[in-house]
């Protein structure tokens, strides 16, 4: 569809703005940093983030892709293992796993919590399973406690995938601390970005920690002991963390990571603020239960990364793409349905990963709504975009 006048409410390619100390502290960085890679400023990040989030070990990386495929790398997986990845996701929580040449094993989504829980892991769980990935979608942590100790029974790994959740909490815990690895997102979407890109992979065994370094950064390490040259045999060493496990380079820039060491300082308000406005937006449009949104429990709070809702068309006349249909053509208001159960899309699909029995990931990706969301959204765009969710509601009960 190509739209004759332009958006009255757009999704918005970005999650937040910076503040002028915030730029001035990046183009400081820009100006000064040399190295412009893996210098003060890393080191700066990942310590604050560290003191943010309470992790023992945390490794900046150039995304959260490239943070998930390091916990797949140091769960050491093999053809004959199968792991187990909720369906209901971004396509990046599978794909490291699925490198590995193990088998993706799909869980179903809580069709109230649009998370995964220990009940539908458990229903995936068989001798040859090898790892666990949950993912705390739309900013909303998973029921941690019983998937964790589902887990430690049976001696698995649990993985994180905290892209979209960093500063949401699980009984006073931060996301992506609880598991074994926890893996972030700085993406452009994220309620706070490094520039558009950038990751943390956090680690709980120091023995495994001990491996990033390395697999960050192609192997590079000093050499040990003295040197009489510094320049012999050569400026640095390269070998491998763990053998025959090949390296990659993962790094991320100073730049980006300046912008990180302010963010932290902000990540909850931040959170706090999306939290008033998506519980604003519940309840100005609680008239309507035909939208049912994400339940968020109590147990934690979530970083309300996303705005989802399920359009519930049984006392109405309208069904999803009625809903989407007037919100776009009539509104004008750039709503989007998001994540494609995995096992549908034709990589997985030709991978051998097409089968599923996840009722709840269908039923729900296909009555899907998500409303544009972004930190600075103006006042009368907000406005605007609950008066229109109204009205498309009024109009398909008619
Ligand atoms: C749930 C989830 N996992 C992983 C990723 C990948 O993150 P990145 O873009 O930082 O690689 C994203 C999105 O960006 C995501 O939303």
């Given at each position: 569809m190509t739209m004759d006048k332009p958006w009255a409410v757009k999704w918005s390619g970005r999650g937040s703005q910076y503040t002028e100390e915030e730029i001035d502290y990046i183009v400081e960085a820009i100006r000064t940093?040399?190295?412009?890679?893996?210098?003060r400023y890393l080191a700066d990040f990942e310590e604050k983030f560290k003191e943010f989030t309470g992790a023992s070990h945390a490794f900046a990386v150039a995304n959260c892709t490239c943070a998930l495929e390091l916990a797949a790398i140091l769960c050491?997986?093999?053809?004959?293992d199968e792991v187990i990845v909720p369906a209901?996701?971004?396509a990046a929580t599978a794909i490291p796993f699925a490198r590995t040449g193990a088998k993706i094993v799909w869980a179903d989504i809580d069709?109230?919590?649009l998370v995964v829980d220990a009940d539908a892991i458990q229903k995936c769980l068989?001798?040859?399973?090898?790892a666990i990935v949950v993912v705390h979608l739309y900013g909303l942590v998973c029921d941690m406690d019983p998937i964790l100790s589902l887990a430690r029974e049976h001696g698995i790994p649990v993985i994180e995938d905290a892209a979209q959740a960093l500063g949401a909490t699980y009984k006073g815990t931060q996301a992506g601390?609880?598991?074994d690895f926890g893996c972030y997102s700085f993406q452009?979407?994220?309620?706070?970005s490094t520039l558009g890109e950038g990751g943390v992979l956090s680690v709980r065994s120091p023995d495994l920690a001990a491996l990033v370094p390395g697999l960050r950064h192609n192997g590079m390490r000093a050499y040990e002991g003295d040197r009489?040259?510094?320049?012999?045999?050569?400026?640095g060493d390269v070998d491998f963390d763990w053998d025959g496990v090949w390296p990659y380079n993962f790094c991320i820039g100073e730049p980006q990571c300046a912008a990180g060491v302010l963010m932290l300082d902000r990540v909850d308000e931040v959170n706090a603020h999306r939290r008033e406005k998506a519980e604003r937006f519940e309840r100005d449009l609680g008239?309507?239960?035909?939208?049912v949104f994400q339940a968020t429990p109590q147990y934690g709070e979530s970083a309300r990364y996303c705005l989802p809702a399920r359009y519930d068309g049984t006392n109405t006349k309208g069904s999803r793409n009625d809903f989407m249909d007037r919100m776009a053509h009539h509104h004008r208001v750039n709503m989007v349905v998001q994540?494609?159960?995995?096992?549908?899309y034709p990589m997985f699909e030709k991978a051998g990963f097409g089968d599923a029995d996840c009722p709840h990931t269908d039923f729900f990706f296909d009555n899907m709504v998500s409303f544009p969301f972004?930190?600075?959204?103006p006042a009368n765009e907000y406005e605007y975009l609950v008066s229109a969710a109204q009205e498309t509601c009024e109009h398909l009960r008619r």
């Open positions: 940093a040399d190295p412009l890679t893996q210098g050491r997986l093999t053809s004959d209901h996701t971004f069709p109230r919590t068989s001798a040859r399973t090898r601390t609880m598991g452009t979407h994220k309620n706070v009489p040259n510094y320049w012999l045999p050569a400026m008239e309507y239960p035909e939208l994540y494609h159960p995995l096992y549908r972004h930190e600075w959204m």
